[in-house]
């Protein structure tokens, strides 16, 4: 059974981004939420990224500073009441 996997970004970015790559191998549906600040553009954060739209797993932030898809918190908030595990890092 497929399992809907939030993981929220904060403070330990690059072990979010690792963890939530491994989190596609089990065939989640993973999405990802990079909470108020900008991801740091380096080889290891950029391979992850790549990786995580490789896999088809959805990555939102509240920063725009970051290229993704953008929400505001209060719509973050809302949204992880779907998904069956969440999270922080």
């Not at 950029?46 to 959805?58: F, H």
């Not at 505001?72 to 998904?83: K, N, S």
């Amino acid at each position: 059974m497929v399992k809907k996997v939030a993981v929220i970004v904060r403070d330990r970015q690059h072990e979010a981004l690792r963890m939530s790559v491994g989190l596609t191998l089990e065939d989640n549906a993973v999405s990802v939420f990079v909470m108020d600040k900008k991801l740091p553009s380096d080889d290891n954060t950029d391979l992850n990224v790549e990786t995580l739209g490789d896999m088809d797993a959805k990555i939102f932030s509240n920063s725009p500073e970051n290229k993704f898809e953008q929400m505001t918190t209060e719509e973050i908030a809302c949204a992880l009441t779907e998904y069956d595990v969440v999270i922080p890092y």
